[in-house]
T-cell receptor
Framework: QKEVEQNSGPLSVPEGAIASLNCTYSDRVSQSFFWYRQYSGKSPELIMS????GDKEDGRFTAQLNKASQYVSLLIRDSQPSDSATYLC????????????FGTGTRLQVTL | DGGITQSPKYLFRKEGQNVTLSCEQNLNHDAMYWYRQDPGQGLRLIYYSQIVNDFQKGDIAEGYSVSREKKESFPLTVTSAQKNPTAFYLC?????????????FGSGTQLSVL
């Protein structure tokens, strides 16, 4: 079992719809969770961080964390073509001194 | 503007050659990292450094070496012992409370083998 798992996609959603991206992780003692957006050929850009159970909203983005079920998700409301990218989930386990473990990413396509 | 600068953007390595990738940051971050990204795979940690003159191996350190002589600089050398070096290399630095640090990435270096 991979430490951080994501569906590779592509996930295709029409413009204006809600895109839902999911990530599961294997280690229960994980403590911090991040979503990065990566355009093709570019470096990852941090878009959300979440540390406690529940929802965290930032503009059109909402991160949801459920530690009991070991998943973290990212919702993108009013999806735009510019949201088309690969979204990487990253998890840090307690006591791993800065080491982040990344999923392989989900490719999102927002269609006109 | 503050940021992380990686150079060169593209690098070609000949058989048996060592090459060095540059990473400089002016964010005053203590911790710096090197990740490798292969197509369709997640980022894998090569080395990281939390303070000057100290660094630790990540998950795939074999065939790589680093130094951290200055807070701003964390160069990565890909040695001839790394038999499959073709990948996108990402340097990052982090800020925040221990255990909750946020990573910020440079623009990356694409390394290819001639």
């Amino acid at each position: 079992q991979k430490e951080v798992e994501q569906n590779s996609g592509p996930l295709s959603v029409p413009e204006g719809a809600i895109a839902s991206l999911n990530c599961t992780y294997s280690d229960r003692v994980s403590q911090s969770f991040f979503w990065y957006r990566q355009y093709s050929g570019k470096s990852p850009e941090l878009i959300m961080s979440i540390y406690s159970n529940g929802d965290k909203e930032d503009g059109r983005f909402t991160a949801q964390l459920n530690k009991a079920s070991q998943y973290v998700s990212l919702l993108i409301r009013d999806s735009q073509p510019s949201d088309s990218a690969t979204y990487l989930c990253a998890v840090r386990k307690t006591g791993t001194a800065s080491k982040l473990t990344f999923g392989t990413g989900t490719r999102l396509q927002v269609t006109l | 503007d503050g940021g992380i600068t990686q150079s060169p953007k593209y690098l070609f390595r000949k058989e048996g050659q060592n090459v060095t990738l540059s990473c400089e940051q002016n964010l005053n971050h203590d911790a710096m990292y090197w990740y490798r990204q292969d197509p369709g795979q997640g980022l894998r940690l090569i080395y990281y450094s939390q303070i000057v003159n100290d660094f630790q191996k990540g998950d795939i350190a074999e065939g790589y070496s680093v130094s951290r002589e200055k807070k701003e600089s964390f160069p990565l050398t890909v040695t001839s012992a790394q038999k499959n070096p073709t990948a996108f290399y990402l340097c990052a630095s982090s800020v925040g409370q221990e255990g909750y640090e946020k990573l910020f990435f440079g623009s990356g270096t694409q390394l290819s083998v001639l």
